[in-house]
Every structure is written in structure tokens, then in C-alpha cells.
């Protein structure tokens, strides 16, 4: 699946070294301005066609980004040890289009018998027993077709009279021997928003300190979490539009540079892991671990996303033991009311089942004895318990504890721990915290 190995991939079958040396214009600054009389010529008609390809592929770059938006399915056979590619469209780091419009498979022992000598498999100890892992990529290939007659130049030669009529770009299958990628010497694009939903690291300089962008989050974040609960939200949302504007100024609008081959500019469809190729009495055989898919970049369509992004979250899952409703915790004086979210049982309604504490500047965090608890379920759909403190607090925030694991916790009716997830599982000490002044 290397070049030559699946022919026929969307042009005619004219000798490739005649075919695939030209490309498509792309100069998305520039379009003729047309006028009355111009003379027209094949300059003019390339910028025409490449005003309009190079701004799609810019515009598909820079809003889309590089990866399959739909197919490429990979699969393996395991009866005839070929491996098959199906039909897809990708769309690569320039923004161009890979369009892969029929199935492609290769015969894997075959593959190995023609590749078997590549330097990428210095290592294999014998070609007749080779283990290894390996990547399926598809890369951007174009090819003249349509052969017409032309008129040529006086000294162009007898070969001149004849032009391509057509230029198709096409998708090229490859199968690549499988290296783990050095680290990157910068953090990957956007890394500041990836930062800050939680999904990449820290990124670090030579020192190993945080990189100026790194401590500066680090500091807003700071900032903002030591505001008041009431003013964070806000603070989060001004925190993000400035993440995202400093995450998009660090992206180049310009075409990424690239090899003169293009071979970093393939995508990779899949990996396969545990590759094993080998050759005994019956011939060769091929298997395959596994092909794993999660190794491409995958493009989904904007109504998609927007409706991910706008769907109603799923209902949290209702917890089996009781919980604390939703401002159901109350200071009066000294005496605390609790409210549950379901009846509980009596008995295990005792001052073990709870604790209670306020924070004092200065002196810290002081504990409360609180006197035996109050059970009332005069309200089915509100049970309450009310906690009488051994004195009235002064401290700015006033901690419940209610006690849902050990030896004594607080039960239900249904007798399942406060807090408890599942009928089956073990209950959870629920903590209330009440802001006052």
C-alpha cells in the first residue's frame, strides 16, 4: 500500500512519471481583474483557478483543521491476510481534500516480501518472522488525464503536441513503519484552551518551570477562584475570551512548512498493532493484534457539534440514599435545619450521624457539640432534621457534616446510607456549607 502497491487511484492509466508532476495554483491573494478587450492567457486562467482553490484551502486549513471528516474505515481479513481501506474524504494540514472514492487492499505477505529490504526495517532480525507495528496514512497526490492535442512550441520537440486536459487530485494509501513521535519541542496549538478544559499538560520550559503563557494562567486562575463565590462565573467567562484570543494569535494564518516529499503531511487512518508476518511449510501468513482508529484526527460537522454544544445535560443520576436538597441547609440562631431529599429512619436519626465546625479568621477551624437531633417528617416531601449547636456561630462559614459511612451512619427509610449512590454500594459523608456576613 506503499506508492504503487494499490494502481488505479482516480486517474487514467498513462505512466505516472508523465502525469503526476504538476499541481493545482493556489494564490488566494490575487484574481485577474477582468476588463473589455483583455487578452487572456494561460496565466490568467491559472489565477483565476488558483484565487479560488487556495482560499478554500485556506478557509478549510484554518476553520476545519487537518483530519478524516468521513470513512476511511480499516479492517483486516483475516482468511486472505489482506488488509482493505474503504472509501473517505480527509482533508490534510494545506487544506487540501483526500478523496479516497473506492475500496483499497493489499495483501499484507505481499507488502512484506516487496518492503522487507526498506531501511525502516534495519532491525527485524528475519524477514521470514517479522513482528512490528504499523501505520496506514493517506497522502495528497495529484495526476494529469485527459490527453488532447496541443499546439507546441517550434522547439519543443515531436512529444509537445500533446497536453493533459485534466488534473485530478486523488488520495494515496501508505503503509509506514510505526515510531513514537520525539516530544514536541512547543506546545501543540491551542494549547493554552486545551489547558484549560483539563485536557493536556502543563507545558514546561528547559528549567523545567511553566512557560510564560502556563504561568500566567496559572495566576488568572489563581485570581479568579480567590474571588467571591458570587463574582467567579463572570470571572471565568471574561478568563475565557482571553484564553481563546491569546490562543488564536499564537496560530500562523500561513501554510505550515513541510518536507519537499510532503511525507509529514500525511494523515495517519489508523494503527496496527502487532503486526506479525512470517513464512512456514504452508507459505506466508499475516495477523494483526488490533487496528485501532483512535490514533486519527477526526473532523465532525459543525451542526453536530452545535448541537452537542447546545443539547440539555443528562439528568444527574438520582443518588439511592438521602442527600441534603438543594438550599436546604438554615441557620436560625444557634439551631440548624436540614432538609432531605427523602424520609429517613428514625432511629438512626442521633448527634453521631453529624458534625458541625465554623472557620474563624485567625483562629482556624473550631468543632461544635451539637445536642441531640430533631427528626420531623410533618412534611412527607420535606423531611427535615434540626441540629441545636452548643452555641450561636461567629465565624464566616459554618460547615454540616452528615455522616453516610462507618459503623453508625445516617439511613433512609429504605435503611440505605445517606449519600449512597446505588442500593447496593456503601453511603457518603455529605458536607453543607453555609456562607454568612
Not at 486472505?80 to 490534510?92: K, N, R, S, T
Not at 512470517?278 to 507459505?283: K, T
Not at 424520609?343 to 453521631?352: E, G
Request: net charge negative; proline share 8%; aromatic share 6%.
Amino acid at each position: 500500500m506503499n506508492a504503487n502497491d494499490t494502481p488505479g487511484l482516480g486517474c487514467s492509466g498513462l505512466p505516472l512519471i508523465d502525469r503526476c508532476a504538476a499541481s493545482l495554483p493556489d494564490n488566494p491573494q490575487c484574481a485577474p481583474n477582468y476588463h473589455f478587450g483583455m487578452l487572456l492567457g494561460v496565466a490568467d486562467l491559472r489565477a483565476e483557478q488558483g484565487f479560488h482553490v487556495g482560499r478554500l484551502r485556506r478557509h478549510q486549513r484554518l476553520l476545519h483543521g487537518s483530519g478524516v471528516v468521513a470513512g476511511y474505515p480499516v479492517r483486516f481479513d483475516a482468511d486472505d491476510f489482506e488488509l482493505h481501506v474503504g472509501p473517505g474524504y480527509a482533508i490534510d494540514a494545506l487544506g487540501r481534500d483526500l478523496l479516497l472514492d473506492s475500496e483499497q487492499c493489499v495483501s499484507l505477505p505481499k507488502w512484506w516480501e516487496k518492503h522487507a529490504g526498506d531501511d525502516e526495517f534495519d532491525d527485524i532480525a528475519s524477514a521470514k518472522d517479522a513482528r512490528f507495528d504499523l501505520d496506514v496514512v493517506v497522502c495528497y497526490g495529484s495526476c494529469l488525464d485527459q490527453p488532447v492535442p496541443a499546439i507546441a512550441e517550434p522547439c519543443a520537440g515531436s512529444a509537445a503536441d500533446i497536453a493533459y486536459a485534466r488534473l485530478c487530485e486523488n488520495a494515496q494509501l501508505a503503509l509506514l513503519r510505526h515510531v513514537d513521535a520525539p516530544p514536541a519541542a512547543s506546545p501543540a496549538p491551542y494549547h493554552l484552551l486545551g489547558r484549560w478544559l483539563g485536557l493536556t499538560a502543563a507545558a514546561t520550559g528547559s528549567e523545567g518551570k511553566p512557560l510564560p503563557a502556563e504561568q500566567w494562567l496559572n495566576d488568572s486562575l489563581a485570581g479568579v477562584q480567590a474571588l467571591p463565590a458570587a463574582e467567579q462565573a463572570a470571572a471565568r467567562a471574561t478568563l475565557l475570551r482571553e484564553v481563546s484570543a491569546r490562543a488564536v494569535a499564537d496560530i500562523s494564518p500561513f501554510a505550515p512548512a513541510h518536507a519537499p516529499d510532503e511525507a509529514d503531511l500525511c494523515l495517519t487512518l489508523a494503527r496496527l498493532r502487532e503486526v506479525h508476518v512470517w513464512q512456514d511449510a504452508s507459505g506466508w501468513q499475516a495477523t494483526i493484534g488490533s487496528v485501532e482508529l483512535a490514533t486519527r484526527n477526526s473532523l465532525l460537522p459543525t451542526s453536530l457539534l452545535q448541537t452537542l454544544l447546545l443539547a440539555e445535560p443528562p439528568p444527574a443520576t438520582a443518588a439511592a440514599g438521602a442527600v441534603v436538597v438543594a438550599d436546604g441547609a438554615t441557620l436560625s440562631g444557634s439551631d440548624v435545619k436540614l432538609v432531605f431529599s427523602q424520609k429517613l429512619a428514625p432511629a438512626s436519626v442521633q448527634a453521631a450521624a453529624f458534625g458541625a465546625s465554623e472557620y474563624i479568621d485567625d483562629e482556624g477551624w473550631k468543632t461544635f457539640t451539637p445536642a441531640a437531633p430533631v427528626y420531623d417528617e410533618s412534611d412527607p416531601a420535606r423531611p427535615g432534621v434540626t441540629l441545636t449547636l452548643d452555641r450561636a456561630p461567629a465565624g464566616s462559614r459554618l460547615r454540616i457534616t452528615v455522616v453516610g459511612t462507618g459503623s453508625t451512619p445516617l439511613l433512609g427509610a429504605n435503611l440505605i446510607p445517606a449519600g449512597a449512590l446505588h442500593p447496593g454500594s456503601d453511603g457518603r459523608n455529605l458536607t453543607t456549607t453555609i456562607f454568612r456576613g
